[in-house]
């Protein structure tokens, strides 16, 4: 074997039995893929919230949906407010026509809270204070309008809030302190298995063999 196709293919072996691994964040149970921007949880994939910073909800499908990405649900985004802020009845919220929120206590940990939840899913605007507004929901009343999830902090208590359908959360609104909650199901993806890391490693091992040996021919 030619000296430059030996060292493809031996490097092609290599990254498949030691694929990169990615910088990971995990808290309660979801996992921030910092090189991709997607985080896992909740038997979902969700897309950080800056990456649809300022963009409307349509704007946003027309990029992520070809790639299997929606909005988030009402039972979809109260079902994660119940893992960040569980002291919190999040339940009339799956009222699309009703709102629930939560002002964080910065005395009984509730700074930590936020900044749990917001390391995770990240932060839209913060120009001092950090502002985040995702626009989300099924429109289950095909009224046009949708919902937002809230979350706020400058100086003193977090506030989070699932909001209640609005006039103004159109499919075409847009503005720098929303962004639009995304998610989709994870692909099926298999990774490679120990089995196979040591079926790759001898054929390795006999390729550069072989070439040893054609080189004392």
Not at 1 to 16: D, E, Q, W, Y
């Amino acid at each position: 074997m030619k000296p430059f196709l030996l060292k493809i293919a031996v490097l092609f072996l290599f990254t498949l039995a030691f694929p990169t691994k990615a910088s990971l964040l995990t808290i309660n149970g979801f996992t921030l893929n910092t090189d991709t921007q997607i985080v896992s949880g909740n038997s979902l994939e969700w897309l950080r919230w800056p990456e649809t910073a300022n963009m409307s909800i349509q704007q946003a499908l027309n990029i992520y949906q070809p790639e299997g990405w929606r909005l988030a649900y009402n039972q979809e985004v109260v079902d994660l407010m119940n893992v960040f802020f569980a002291a919190e009845d999040w339940s009339p919220a799956l009222d699309e026509n009703t709102s629930v929120g939560a002002t964080l206590d910065h005395t009984a940990g509730g700074v930590n809270l936020w900044r749990d939840f917001t390391n995770i899913m990240g932060v839209v605007f913060s120009p001092g204070p950090a502002f985040s507004n995702m626009l989300f929901g099924e429109d289950a009343d095909s009224d046009g309008f949708y919902r937002s999830l809230g979350s706020f902090y400058s100086d003193y208590d977090p506030v989070v809030v699932i909001g209640d359908d609005h006039p103004t959360f159109t499919n075409d609104f847009s503005d720098m302190e929303f962004g639009v909650l995304l998610v989709r199901e994870p692909a099926n993806t298999v990774p490679i298995s120990s089995t196979v890391t040591l079926l790759l490693l001898p054929i390795a091992v006999l390729l550069l063999r072989n070439r040893k040996t054609d080189f004392l021919l």
